[in-house]
């Protein structure tokens, strides 16, 4: 793929982020009700509407959407792409819920198994991460203007590359908000026996990624059940801040569009 229609399919996809994201908020600042999907997990207007708005501006492109909230696509039909859109459209139901802030809107695009563009947009603080490998990850705050000609350029000239300067010798680590494991608990042990003073930090969502792109944390280990879309979108923001996500028991790097959706465990570590 040229770089220019990459750069092209970013704008698209930040664009659909922060149209999605404004959608969710204002449903957020309002009275909504909870469903629950066959496996429990949480449901609420906010995943359709922002699922629905993002949909639009992918199919656009031509390129196949994954999606948490679309269609069950068999893996007969997902094996044939080469490249695809994978989409988590409310990242963090929980925290929605909770009214706690920490909810993200989440898109990647994947070739050939592995991340090359990803989009994370938080819209209750108003900030955008975004990578690919054309323009390494930006971090970029004060969202509010989808009108502007050139978006990516301008995002790129007011963001901060990442990651940013962490002048900390404190080895840190970020967890799950919401699922917290005894092995993951385990893990963070040994790895005080290893490095003494370790800070820890609780995220919900793809935020605990954005940390270590960002370097405020050196790692976010995972020793519970993901889905693909869950971090696909954050894969590609670390990968394309020096970091990286791969598999706890192999060391190599996480692929995509698996005959399972399930992801294994994982460790996300900064460069």
């Known amino acids: 793929m040229e770089d220019q229609k990459l750069m092209e399919l970013l704008e698209i996809a930040i664009r659909a982020s922060i149209e999605a994201g404004s959608e969710t908020l204002m449903i957020y600042n309002n009275d909504f009700e909870v469903e629950y999907k066959d496996d429990k997990s949480p449901l609420t207007i906010a995943d359709k ?16 959407v994954l999606s948490e909230e679309g269609k069950s696509i068999p893996f007969e039909i997902r094996k044939k792409w080469k490249i695809f859109w994978i989409v988590d459209p409310l990242d963090g139901t929980k925290e929605f819920i909770k009214r706690n802030g920490e909810f993200t809107i989440n898109i990647a695009l994947i070739k050939d198994g ?41 995002y790129i000239s007011i963001g901060r590359k ?36 370790v800070q820890v930090f609780s995220k919900g969502s793809s935020l605990k990624i954005c940390m270590v792109a960002e370097g405020k944390a050196n790692e976010y280990p995972r020793f519970a059940p993901t889905m693909e879309w869950d971090i696909a979108a954050g894969h590609a923001i670390v990968k394309y801040a020096g970091g990286s996500i791969t598999n706890y028991k192999t060391n190599n790097e996480i692929s995509y569009n698996g005959e399972s959706l399930l992801n294994p465990w994982f460790i996300v570590k900064r460069g």
Request: proline fraction near 4%; aromatic fraction near 8%; glycine fraction near 6%.
């Open 114 to 154: 592995k991340p090359i563009m990803g989009v994370i947009y938080i819209p209750v603080q108003g900030i955008l991460y975004f990578g690919s490998k054309e323009t390494d990850s930006y971090k970029v705050e004060n969202i509010d203007d989808t009108e502007r000609k050139n978006l990516l350029e301008f």
């Open 49 to 64: 509407k922002s699922n629905e708005i993002i949909d639009k501006y992918l199919t656009s492109t031509g390129i196949p």
């Open 162 to 197: 990442l990651p940013l300067d962490n002048k900390s010798k404190t080895f840190t680590v970020v967890g799950s908000k919401s699922h917290m494991t005894k092995e993951t608990e385990d893990y963070i042990n040994t790895l005080k026996n290893k490095h003494g003073n």
